[in-house]
């Protein structure tokens, strides 16, 4: 079946870092990839998605590029803000069939002023 | 405005007292879906929906049951909940067309079952 590998959480920065959130994923074909943001008390919000392979993706300083060869879609961001401060999900909805979404486990990040 | 409304947002029950979640979308989204959240396990999706009068379990439906008898209203009923059950729950619609569009979250009910 379709699985999707988040890195272990929480991950801690201070404001202005660099941000890499490293996603892997298995499934057939040419899934449609995505990240989700959960900040605190809230639902989940598409950051941002790719849809084919080479795609990128980008909202809000968040960047992400759908990597077939190396079924990876992972999460940077050049410079996190206090205000990133979030669970990221990433996720996958397979290319056939009744499209039903995987998501990972989730990755909490902290950012410190 | 767009968006997935459950009610209620929290709620304290006791062991074997029916209830249900209500879930509703205004955007004629024909999947809809619900997920419950746990600490260290991420999202698992509960039941699932493809359009009216077509529904489907997930990956832990036990204990769960749904009904889709109009297009915007997709509720999460517990028959006997026990304290297992105690979670963060999640509504989801998607506009139809395939796998490559995102899903609306709503905003979550905080269930805890005593």
């Known amino acids: 079946g379709n699985s999707v590998t988040q890195m272990e959480g929480p991950v801690t920065l201070s404001e202005e870092a660099f941000l890499t959130i490293n996603c892997t994923y298995t499934?057939?074909?040419?899934?449609?990839l995505f990240w989700y943001v959960q900040y605190p008390g809230e639902g989940l919000q598409l950051l941002l998605k790719?849809?084919?392979?080479?795609d990128k993706g980008s909202n809000k300083g968040f960047e992400a590029t759908y990597r077939k060869e190396t079924t990876s879609f992972h999460l940077e961001k050049g410079s996190v803000q206090v205000s990133d401060s979030a669970v990221y999900f990433c996720?996958?909805?397979?290319?056939?069939?009744?499209?039903?979404?995987?998501f990972g486990r989730g990755t909490s990040l902290i950012v410190h002023p | 405005e767009a968006q997935v409304t459950q009610n209620p947002r929290y709620l304290i029950t006791v062991t074997g007292k029916k209830l249900t979640v209500t879930c509703s979308q205004n955007?004629?989204?024909?999947?809809m879906s619900w997920y419950r959240q746990d600490p260290g396990l991420g999202l698992r999706q509960i039941y699932y929906?493809?359009?009216?009068?077509?529904?489907d379990k997930g990956d832990v439906p036990e204990g769960y049951k749904v009904s889709r008898k109009e297009k915007r209203n997709f509720p999460l009923i517990l028959e006997s909940p026990s304290p297992n059950q105690t979670s963060l729950y999640f509504c989801?619609?998607?506009?139809?067309?395939?796998?490559?569009?995102?899903?609306?979250f709503g905003p979550g009910t905080r269930l805890t079952v005593l």
């Open positions: 499934a057939t074909g040419y899934p449609s």
């Open positions: 989801a619609s998607r506009v139809p067309g395939g796998g490559y569009n995102e899903q609306f």
């Open positions: 929906s493809m359009n009216v009068e077509v529904t």
């Open positions: 955007m004629n989204h024909e999947y």
């Open positions: 790719a849809t084919k392979a080479d």
């Open positions: 996720a996958l909805t397979p290319s056939g069939g009744s499209y039903i979404p995987t």
